[in-house]
């Protein structure tokens, strides 16, 4: 359950039921959790609000080297979920407990700055669709589900995070959070340093402070080739990163994009780092 708590941390409660001795809720794009002190299972349609897909019961297993030990909860395409929960039991499952197809991406771009810093990604330009809050539409919007886990105190990259469903080139989403009134710039990284004293320590940075970072869940088939091309925003005064051109990948895995761009090229299902204007890459395994 404190994987379940983690994967939640900061979300709103949505789509709330009660009823005798039960009680059930959705966060927000994030988990579903549903409880029965009642001396007979509770079995109904709920609404999730996750991605459709096979998901973990977090309260009776977890998933482990991609297997879940507990039950298997399937999701359909609009959100729900026929569940039944038994007497004096629990369901609790999140997006960090889905049995996925999808690949787990880390994103890391070195800047030295405590400003909010953003990412945006663009896979194919002359498909797109422009305008704002056109990411449910857009041909190169790959979908996507935040995954990184970070204090309590990050309450920027909490906000923005949330609804945040798209890795695009649009800038803020529709429905995705905002901070203190202000509308995101794209998706949100989070301040990480490797420094295990640190509040700001993130496991997955091997590489010093002052790199931002971000674990998407995201649809590998989305991508060119399993590769896609991504540049960072610097808010509020900034702006756009410059104009790259991006060197063969050092890294267990390295290699190079199958194609060239003014932008850093990812690698989807790896850790990709990358420093703020420079040509150089970084793309590792874990």
């Known amino acids: 359950m404190s994987q379940f708590r983690s994967a939640v941390q900061g979300t709103a409660a949505a789509e ?4 005798t001795e039960r009680i059930a809720f959705a966060r927000e794009g994030r988990g579903f959790f549903a409880l029965s002190g009642d001396n007979r299972t509770w079995r109904r349609i709920f609404q999730t609000t996750l991605p459709a897909g096979q998901y973990c019961d977090q309260y009776s297993g977890s998933l482990q080297d991609g297997k879940c030990t507990g039950d298997t909860i399937t999701v359909n395409n ?3 979920a026929l569940l039944a929960i038994k007497s004096m039991s629990a369901v609790a499952f999140s997006f960090a407990s889905r049995i996925a197809k999808t690949d787990n991406n880390k994103q890391m771009i070195r800047n030295a700055t405590y400003s909010p810093l953003f990412v945006e990604l663009i896979v194919c330009v002359a498909e797109c669709s422009p305008g704002p809050h056109q990411q449910p539409f857009d041909e190169c919007a790959i979908p996507i589900r935040h995954s990184t886990t970070v204090p309590f105190i990050f309450s ?5 995070s949330q609804r945040d469903d798209y890795l695009d080139f649009e800038g803020d989403e529709e429905k995705q959070g905002t901070h203190d009134g202000q509308v995101a710039s794209g998706t949100p990284l989070a301040y990480s340093t490797n420094d295990t004293d ?3 320590y993130q496991p997955h940075n091997n590489y010093g402070p002052d790199y931002w970072m971000v674990e998407l869940l995201m649809d590998c ?3 060119e080739q399993g590769w896609f091309e991504l540049k960072g925003y610097h808010s ?9 051109s991006q060197r063969p990948c050092s890294g267990s895995i390295g290699g190079s994009a199958p194609f060239s761009s003014i932008n850093h090229i990812a690698k989807c299902g790896t850790v990709n780092v ?5 040509n150089d890459c970084i793309v590792n395994s874990n």
């Open 274 to 278: 990358f420093s703020w204007g420079s």
């Open 198 to 200: 640190a509040i700001e």
């Open 78 to 80: 609009d959100g729900s």
């Open 221 to 223: 088939a989305k991508t």
């Open 16 to 19: 709330i039921v009660t009823d």
């Open 236 to 244: 509020p005064n900034i702006g756009w990163e410059s104009n790259i």
């Open 156 to 160: 920027e990259y909490i906000s923005w």
